[in-house]
């Protein structure tokens, strides 16, 4: 079974790369960058759409260093907001603005789009339905671990 979990990863990890890849390149230039809408995605899922920025972390592939400096950015500009956590004073709480809310909107529906024609388009509705339940298979077998430091795997300019 070695073999074939090696085999089965190494062509996961060159299908994702190619199709980040073109979605990379065909990414809205609409106010927000890739990794910012992957920030934006896992706080706009959140109840409320706010996260502790810990929370955040483990959710993106980015290290601390690189989701902080990022949503400072988004702070910045108006995206999001950021606040103290009143249950814990050690934490930030950053929560999506209604200006936010209009950019990830437009942002995610040309990104949808993409997707679809993309992903969508070289897989039918059952592989979809295949593919989608086996990664959350996988993802839930996965130990909960944050990235480290400054070893991101999504490490890029936009970072």
Same mark, same amino acid.
């Given at each position: ?61 980015? =290290? ?16 999001? =907001? ?16 209604? +200006? ?13 789009? +993409? ?34 430091? =400054?070893?991101?795997?999504?490490? =890029?300019?936009?970072?």
């Amino acid at each position: 079974m070695s073999a074939a979990s090696v085999a089965a990863w190494e062509a996961m990890f060159r299908a994702q790369v190619r199709v980040l890849r073109v979605l990379n390149a065909e990414f809205p230039d609409d106010g927000l960058s890739f990794n910012e809408y992957d920030v934006m995605v896992a706080i706009a899922r959140e109840p409320g759409r706010e996260i502790r920025m810990r929370e955040l972390t483990r959710n993106v592939l980015l =290290s601390q260093p690189s989701v902080s400096r990022l949503v400072e950015r988004l702070v910045s500009r108006g995206v999001l =907001s950021k606040r103290n956590d009143p249950r814990d004073a050690r934490g930030a709480i950053v929560a999506v603005t209604a +200006a936010g809310a209009e950019i990830y909107g437009r942002v995610a529906r040309e990104h949808a789009a +993409a997707i679809r024609r993309h992903v969508g388009g070289a897989l039918s509705e059952q592989e979809l339905a295949q593919l989608r339940d086996i990664c959350v298979k996988l993802q839930a077998a996965m130990p909960d671990v944050a990235p480290a430091g =400054s070893r991101s795997i999504a490490s =890029s300019p936009n970072s």
